[in-house]
């Protein structure tokens, strides 16, 4: 393809040139501090003193078990979740639509702090059971652990396996029925093969996940330690010093999930298949006993799902002398200090996450158009450098930012950029991947037929091809708006005084023992992130989740 | 090997009654075609004879065994899909072994029988392929392999060419064939396609509407339609109607057409003074020079010509009459007309008329 | 890039607008929670009505070096507040300032040559929560928890992590030696901020937690029957709080006039009676006011301050080779 420089030529350099800065630069002086010492010579010194410390290597391996432990639960909830969803038809089935909207609109913290509140050791059931004379065992640690991850990385298996099933052609399983396999065994010949990719490939992302978790971890891991945790607080230690170790951790932290990515690619996606499009199988009416066992499975997930947001508008009303919460006594105290008192977390997230958004969006817009339709080297590079962020946790990209935006020519640390900058590279992948998929469906034609009317190509870009692309933009705003309020773990890293944002402000009120103030701060975040996307549901009737 | 008797079906779905009441009988060995247009209800009868759709009425039989309760694991059928729904993650060969080894065949009984599977579709250098990196026509092979090595009772096809390209869909029409006589299985074969069913079906039942319109030899079909649905369906045809003037002999009707009193044959009772349906295949229709004018000939004009290689297409208007489209075969120019040119058209004495309310 | 390049011109035109349009501001580097800078600051609005307070809230150890790195250029202008060790290893950070009526704080909680005030005395305590204890006799001193039967079962954080925790561990130290610190060390449940030790032990992570006395009592206070403050008889250690005004400060009278009503009776005693942190004014009257004791009640055990500052390399060490042995 000619490489035309007006316009696209350009643009695309300068969509890599801004990419590179902010993305690769850093993880490259990233590992670069990873391998000096303190007096600027290479040296392995960081690495060998974590392979030394026990509490590294421990961390280490809870943090590969807890993968696989939540991992392997998310699986065992997801799946049979989305079998029941994709073939049986039963009543009350369609509030299975809400879940996915759940789990992105509750922040991870809130769903801890939560849970705790009900089943920690001081906690609402664990009390009233106590009363009864049972004891509940501690949720902190690994129970507590499993428990929440589960609940909060559930839906990435469950989605991806109900898309698997819903474009599941249904002929092959009358296929296997022809040639004279019962219907439970067709169905474990057949369809399991087909869809056992999709499970593989969510599960590994659940698993990348679970490794680089930082809101639970912090929350709940008290006495396991945990590669995630081990990694924030050498950062907050080692502030102003030298920055070897916490860069080491991180290099381990992109290792592993190096490792995990190298391993879909070569093993699990070599085995996706096409399929030719085929009809699903009709969802079946359920014989009514098992349809009550159906919808009652549904309720369950769906109130452990709606817990934290119930528990904590509770706790928001709910009046509180210093750390203790009275329960059943209400008050407006906490949201009195939340909104009025101190509601300067509440104005940061609101700005820092609208910066985001527009930045996140324009960018991911252009950059997509440019990778779609202008495919050239520049663009194909741009796609692969997109996906980087992808591949690491929040905690390491902060880690990285502040490395190398803290001292030099071009300091932003302690300044909004960099909040912003955080975010909106955390989150470009997600928005490219809901403008790409649009894209795709515009026909090349539309803008041929645009220029060859006489309007010229920059201009048909507006004029045509972004008007196509509404309910796109909308969704794709609408999404990065309400991952990038309640991000957490790159915020933690990159903040300072002054710039605190809500989820920061939780986890700091939690971490004191302010549950109730949190819980305040919890409500209004929740408000924040469900407002829109109500408005875009119900005035623009746009559904977010098709582009998934 | 077995026959097959449907025997009242009846199906409904939701308060629409796709098959009403309907009653065949295959017998053992034979090839027949379930023809029609979309929505006559043959893909729902072939589905209900697999197992797949539960009739509301009625009965199913291979042979003695009553299988309209038995599901369709345990029929002991072989079917081959519109799009052949082979299993993307397994080989050519696990494809076709898959049936097999549901029936505990034991593995080397398997490979041979797999490898001649292959052999008679002729892709037994495919074993190891996967379907994605098969041409469709080969897709469909490994398809048909697969449900014929299980030796099957009955043999039941779904549209299976539909998706081929034309040339493809010819050369499958033999291999096809082929098979079936060799193994002598029992085939029902569901077809929208006319040509297809009068080249491959030892009988054919066209269906309208959830009944069967009529079942017989393609011969039978395409020279004695037993209604307008049917002549219109085989085949091209004029449908006209006539008034009749009674018979002259038996098998013989008069009837009136552009002012002419001409003969034609019947079928059934004398239908005495009333009004028929004239069924007149275009390509049986001779056209001529205006001049000099012939007895029983009806002059008109060519509105339309299509030349079409091996044969043209007229559209003629009759002086006094309806317009008839009328073929030539052959490609001689003497007997070439042009838009405008005088004509006159020949119906032939053996063209049948029906009553009209067979229609 | 041209996008944020505007973006940072607009932020640092509008801060510029903002800031020139208040006379009497101050900047206020704080590490204490949002009760505790409310209470302090609702009394301070009634003191000083024209004063306009601007909050940066932190770690203490995140703030200082803050502090450090805008050496050159300082943002803020006190900072409230931070253990004495730490505030003693900044001192070219810190800006004298003889408050008037600084005599009503004893000399002990002053810094060297008036570079800071302590605010607030804490004492460092042991948490129990009964619920938790299980058959184990409620502990007395510090050396019930060196016996066996303690091993995992209290909490106490990472002195490096922590200012007070420090104290308490340099505390152990000098009145155990290193026998005594390994013992505990042995025993220990490490946690890596003061808000775990306390907050985990409420919780009923732990049966005790080693802590600060406000961080219990807020518990007992709070209406949780479980949690006891009990003061070992050996003898608690003190870990003061202070404040200071940054060398440089751009507002150097506001700050002074902050510095003064922190400083001040109506100040100490709010945070007293609501956040339970123990005034260094020796003519408050703790007894009286809340269900804590006097400070004279309290056995004990003395500790240098400075010194314990100039020792903090050798204790983190120390410490860690205890904890090290111990697993």
């Known amino acids: 393809m000619n490489i035309r420089w007006w316009p696209w030529g350009l643009l695309a350099a300068a969509c890599l040139a801004v990419l590179l800065f902010f993305v690769l630069y850093p993880l490259v002086v990233l590992f670069g501090n990873s391998v000096l010492d303190e007096s600027g010579a290479y040296s392995l010194a960081a690495f060998i003193a974590l392979a030394r410390d026990s509490q590294f290597v421990q961390a280490f391996q809870n943090s590969l078990l807890l993968g696989v432990v939540v991992t392997a639960c998310t699986v065992m909830v997801g799946v049979p979740f989305a079998y029941m969803v994709a073939r049986y038809e039963f009543p009350f089935k369609n509030l299975v639509a809400v879940l996915p909207i759940l789990t992105i609109v509750i922040p991870e913290i809130i769903v801890g702090q939560s849970w705790l509140l009900v089943l920690g050791n001081n906690g609402l059931v664990t009390n009233w059971l106590a009363g009864w004379g049972i004891e509940l065992p ?17 839906t990435y298996i469950y989605l991806g396996v109900l898309a698997a099933l819903r474009g599941f052609d249904g002929q092959l399983e009358e296929a296997g029925l022809s040639l004279g396999t019962s219907p439970f065994v067709t169905r474990l010949r057949v369809l399991v093969p087909v869809v056992a990719p999709a499970v593989l490939v969510n599960a590994l992302v659940v698993f990348t996940l679970v490794v680089g978790n930082f809101a639970l971890s912090m929350l709940l891991a008290s006495r396991v330690p945990l590669l995630s945790v081990m990694t924030y607080n050498t950062f907050v230690s080692e502030m102003g010093g030298n920055p070897a170790l916490q860069s080491a951790m991180s290099v381990v932290s992109i290792a592993i999930v190096a490792g995990v ?17 085929g009809r699903a199988p009709a969802p079946r009416r359920v014989r009514s006993g098992a349809s009550l066992l159906f919808t009652a499975t549904v309720g369950l997930v769906l109130l452990a799902s709606l817990l934290p947001l119930i528990v904590v508008f509770v706790g928001a009303f709910t009046a509180t002398s210093g750390p203790v919460m009275h329960w059943g006594s209400w008050s407006l105290d906490s949201l009195q200090r939340a909104l009025q008192a101190a509601p300067e977390p509440i104005v940061n997230s609101l700005r820092f996450a609208s910066m985001a958004t527009v930045v996140g969006v324009a960018f991911a817009v252009l950059a997509s158009y440019l990778i779609i339709k ?69 026909p090349e034609s539309i803008e041929e037929a645009s220029i060859s009317l006489g309007v010229s190509p920059l201009m048909t870009f507006f004029k045509v091809v972004l008007p196509a692309m509404k309910a796109s933009l909308i969704s794709s705003a609408i999404l990065m708006w309400v991952t990038t309020i309640s991000e957490l773990s790159a915020s933690m890293v990159v903040y300072t005084g002054g710039l605190e944002t809500m989820p920061i402000t939780i986890f700091r009120q939690v971490d004191g023992g302010r549950l109730g103030l949190a819980s305040a701060y919890g409500a209004a975040l929740v408000s924040v992130i469900v407002l829109p996307i109500v408005i875009a549901i119900k005035v623009f009737r746009i559904n977010l989740f098709s582009t998934k | 090997m077995a026959a097959i008797t449907i025997d009242g079906i009846v199906k409904q779905f939701g308060g629409l009654t796709v098959l009403q009441q309907l009653s065949l009988h295959v017998p053992d060995g034979a090839f027949y075609t379930l023809l029609g247009p979309s929505g006559c209800g043959k893909t729902t009868l072939l589905r209900c004879i697999a197992g797949f759709y539960e009739p509301d009425g009625g009965r199913l039989l291979f042979d003695r065994d009553d299988v309209t309760r038995t599901p369709p694991h345990r029929r002991d059928i072989g079917m081959v899909f519109q799009d052949y729904a082979l299993f993307p993650d397994k080989t050519a060969f696990d494809n076709v072994a898959y049936g097999l080894r549901a029936r505990q065949v034991a593995r080397a009984e398997i490979a041979r029988r797999v490898a001649e599977a292959l052999d008679k579709v002729g892709l037994a250098e495919l074993a190891a392929r996967y379907p ?6 080969q897709r469909q092979r490994v398809a048909l392999a697969r449900a014929l090595v299980i030796r099957p009772r009955v043999l039941l096809m779904d549209e299976p060419l539909s998706n081929l390209d034309a040339k493809m869909r010819l050369q499958m029409r033999d291999v096809i064939l082929d098979l079936v006589r060799e193994a002598g299985i029992t085939t029902v074969f569901v077809t929208h396609d006319q040509e297809e069913a009068l080249a491959m079906s030892d009988r054919i039942a066209i269906m309208d509407r959830g009944r069967i319109a009529q079942l017989g030899t393609p011969e039978e079909l395409y020279g004695t339609p037993a209604n307008a649905y049917v002549a219109d369906f085989i085949g091209s045809a004029n449908l006209l109607p006539v008034p009749t003037t009674g018979a002259a002999e038996p098998g013989r009707v008069r009837y009136q057409l552009a002012g002419h009193a001409l003969e034609g044959r019947r079928d059934g009772p004398a239908p005495g003074k009333g009004q028929g349906l004239l069924i007149a295949r275009p390509e049986e229709l001779a056209l001529g020079a205006a001049a000099p004018p012939q007895p029983n000939a009806l002059p008109g004009r060519v509105l339309r010509r299509q030349y079409l290689g091996f044969k043209t297409a007229y559209r003629v208007q009759l002086h006094d009459g309806p317009e008839l489209r009328v073929e030539q075969h052959g490609g001689s120019h003497a007997s070439a007309f042009q838009v405008g040119d005088a004509v006159q058209v020949l119906i032939p004495a053996h063209s049948r008329v029906i009553a009209a309310d067979n229609a | 890039m041209k996008i944020k390049t505007l973006l940072q011109c607009t932020l640092a035109a509008a801060s510029l607008v903002a800031a020139s349009a208040q006379a009497q501001t101050v900047v206020l580097y704080s590490s204490n929670n949002t009760e505790t800078i409310e209470t302090a600051l609702n009394v301070v609005k009634k003191k000083a009505p024209s004063l306009t307070v601007q909050q940066v809230t932190g770690g203490t150890g995140s703030l200082m070096k803050r502090i450090q790195a805008e050496a050159k250029n300082p943002r803020g202008d006190v900072l409230w507040s931070g253990g004495f060790g730490t505030l003693g290893a900044y001192k070219d950070l810190l800006e004298p300032y003889k408050a008037p009526g600084i005599e009503a704080i004893p000399p002990e909680f002053r810094g060297p040559g008036n570079l800071w005030v302590g605010t607030n005395l804490h004492v ?37 992590k922590s ?47 080693l802590t600060i006395e406000y961080a219990a009592q807020e518990y007992v206070a709070g209406g949780q029957k479980e949690i006891k403050l009990v003061y070992p008889t050996e003898g608690s250690y003190l870990a003061p709080e202070g404040m200071f005004i940054v060398k440089g400060a751009k507002n150097m009278a506001a700050a002074k006039t902050l510095y003064d009503a922190l400083m001040s009776k109506d100040v100490q005693e709010a945070e007293l009676v609501k956040n339970f942190r123990r005034p260094t004014r020796s003519d408050i009257a703790v007894s009286k006011l809340t269900t804590l004791p006097d400070l004279k009640s309290i056995k004990i055990f003395p500790l240098d301050q400075a010194q314990a500052s100039a020792e903090y390399e050798q204790l983190v060490a120390l410490w860690n080779l205890a904890v090290s042995k111990a697993r």
């Open chain 3, 163 to 209: 200012a007070t925790a420090y104290m308490l561990v340099y505390g152990l130290l000098k009145q155990f030696g290193k026998d005594g610190l390994e013992k505990i060390a042995a025993n220990a449940v490490v946690t890596s901020s003061s808000g775990s030790t306390y907050k985990g032990t409420a919780a009923g992570e732990y049966p005790v937690g």
């Open chain 2, 132 to 137: 994605a990196q098969m041409s469709g026509g």
């Open chain 1, 138 to 154: 501690s949720f902190y640690g690994w129970t507590g652990l499993v428990l929440s991850m589960t609940l909060v990385y559930y």
């Open chain 1, 374 to 442: 202008k495919r050239t080297l520049a663009t194909q590079a741009l796609d692969y450098v997109v996906v980087l962020p992808l591949t690491i946790s929040g905690t390491v990209l902060g880690i990285a930012l502040v490395q190398t935006f803290n001292t030099g020519w071009l300091v932003l640390a302690g300044t909004s950029t960099i909040m912003v900058l955080a975010y909106a590279v955390r989150r470009l992948p997600f928005a490219m991947r809901n403008a790409s998929s649009t894209l795709f469906n515009i």
């Open chain 1, 261 to 277: 990515l190298f391993v879909q690619k070569r093993v699990v996606e070599r085995k996706v298949y096409t399929m030719t499009q």
């Open chain 3, 124 to 160: 460092m305590v042991m948490m129990v929560n009964e619920r938790q204890l299980k058959g184990l006799p409620a502990p007395k001193t510090w050396s019930d928890l060196m016996k066996p039967e303690w091993k995992g079962k209290f909490a106490i954080t990472d002195p490096s």
